[in-house]
C-alpha cells in the first residue's frame, strides 16, 4: 500500500497560482497511474486531474486550461500546477494512485493521506 503526503496548499487570492505536491512511498510507483482529487465541505470528493503511468493526462471540465498534472517517477513525485485560482477552487487536494486507470476514475480507494489545504479568496 501506498503511503501519500501532500504539501504546497495554502491561501491565495483569485487569479493567483499554487503548485501541489504528492510524495508517494512505494517501490513500484512508475507503474501506478495518479490523480489529484478534492473535497469541499459537504461536497463529495471529484477527480481533478489523472496522470497514466506513460504521461497521458485528463482534467475535469472546471479545471480545464488551469491546472497541470505532472509526475518525475524518478523522484516518486506527482505536481499539480495550478493557475488562475478562483474562489470554487477551495478545498483540500488529495493524491493517490492504482496501477489501474479504472480505479483513478473511481476514486475507490481503501486510504487516503492527509490532503493539503487550498483556500482561494476573492
Known amino acids: 500500500q501506498a503511503q501519500l503526503v501532500e504539501s504546497g496548499g495554502d491561501l491565495a487570492q483569485a487569479g493567483g497560482s499554487l503548485r501541489l505536491s504528492c510524495l508517494v512511498s512505494?517501490?513500484?510507483?512508475?507503474?501506478?497511474?495518479m490523480g489529484w482529487y478534492r473535497q469541499a465541505p459537504g461536497k463529495q470528493r471529484e477527480l481533478v486531474a489523472a496522470i497514466t503511468s506513460g504521461g497521458a493526462t485528463a482534467y475535469a471540465d472546471s479545471v480545464k486550461g488551469r491546472f497541470t498534472i505532472s509526475r518525475d517517477n524518478s523522484k516518486n513525485m506527482v505536481y499539480l500546477q495550478m493557475n488562475d485560482l478562483k474562489p470554487e477552487d477551495t478545498a483540500v487536494y488529495y493524491c493517490n494512485g492504482d496501477r489501474l486507470l479504472a480505479t483513478i476514475h473511481k476514486g475507490d480507494f481503501a486510504s487516503w493521506g492527509q490532503g493539503t489545504q487550498v483556500t482561494v479568496s476573492s
Open positions: 512505494q517501490n513500484n510507483f512508475n507503474v501506478n497511474a
